[in-house]
């Protein structure tokens, strides 16, 4: 895999806090006065919550804020912009809960981070992942009597020592284009967040980021010198 090739596909948050009474005026105004901050587009009102949208006409990028008495989601995907701005995003949110619905702490925090990459040196995903990663030979597969569309791998990091949280990594042939790695990890945060350190969340998102773009991609980017003692009759 090319770690240069690594772009930005999605990312998620959801916060959770203790049960709030959400009372519908409220939400409405503060609709009206994130409207401008977060390009707002629509409101769509749940039993128990509020969902607003953002999303520019004729194109693929949206962002929702799903705000529910026990927790706030936001999520954006086919990006085109930053972590640094959706973090930002999130902020402005959650700087509202908590000044309008005295939310005195946050419980948790998930964090979903969604990339993309090129496989190299092979243009194909599936052969990058299945051939080179993990070793299938041709025969192997031949016993499972069809053919495969995608091919992926899971990891599951759990918490050690004083690091409160864990991650959960994918690793896939993109299913709409061979030609791309699609990479997401979905990290749990267990240490709770004042609502004085909301700081936090950008650095838990971070952290959930980076391990893609460092740790995952540095395993993965092994295999490409693998595949260059193969050609060349060395040991892989």
Same mark, same amino acid.
């Given at each position: 895999? /090319? ?9 998620? +948050? ?6 709030? @009474? ?13 409207? #401008?901050?977060?390009?707002? +587009? ?5 039993? !128990? ?13 949206? *962002? ?18 930053s972590? !640094?701005?959706?973090?930002?995003k999130?902020e ?9 619905? $005295?939310?005195? @702490?946050?419980?948790?925090?998930v ?6 990459? +090129? ?22 597969l031949s016993?499972?009597?069809?053919p ?6 899971r ?7 004083n690091?409160?949280? #864990?991650?959960?990594? $994918?690793?896939? =042939?993109?299913?709409?284009?061979? *030609? $791309? @790695?699609?990479?997401e ?7 709770p967040?004042?609502? /004085?350190?909301? =700081?936090? @969340?950008? #650095?838990?998102? =971070? ?10 991609? #540095? ?8 595949? $260059? ?8």
């Open positions: 895999m /090319d770690p240069e090739t690594i772009t930005d596909l999605g990312y998620a +948050t959801e916060l959770l806090y203790p049960p709030r @009474i959400l009372n519908k005026d409220s939400l409405r105004k503060m609709y009206v006065e994130l409207a #401008d901050i977060l390009n707002l +587009t629509e409101s769509k009102e749940l039993v !128990d919550g509020i969902n607003f949208i953002s999303q520019s006409p004729g194109k693929r990028e949206s *962002t929702k804020y799903l705000i529910k008495t026990d927790r706030t989601v936001v999520q954006t995907t086919f990006t085109t912009t972590l !640094d701005f959706f973090c930002r999130v402005a949110v959650v700087k509202h809960m908590v000044r309008k619905f $005295k939310i005195p @702490i946050f419980i948790s925090q964090c979903t981070v969604r990339l993309l990459a +090129t496989p190299k040196p092979t243009n194909d995903s599936r052969e990058f992942i299945g051939n080179m990663v993990c070793g299938f030979q041709k025969e192997n016993l499972l009597g069809r495969m569309q995608t091919v992926g791998i990891f599951y990091f759990p918490q050690v020592q690091n409160l949280f #864990d991650f959960n990594v $994918k690793v896939e =042939s993109r299913m709409e284009d061979v *030609t $791309k @790695i699609w990479l990890n979905i990290a749990r945060f267990f240490r967040i004042p609502n /004085d350190t909301i =700081s936090v @969340i950008h #650095d838990n998102l =971070s952290k959930t980021r980076e391990f893609l773009t460092k740790n995952i991609a #540095d395993f993965l980017a092994q295999y490409n010198e693998s595949s $260059k003692k193969n050609e060349r009759g060395g040991p892989s």
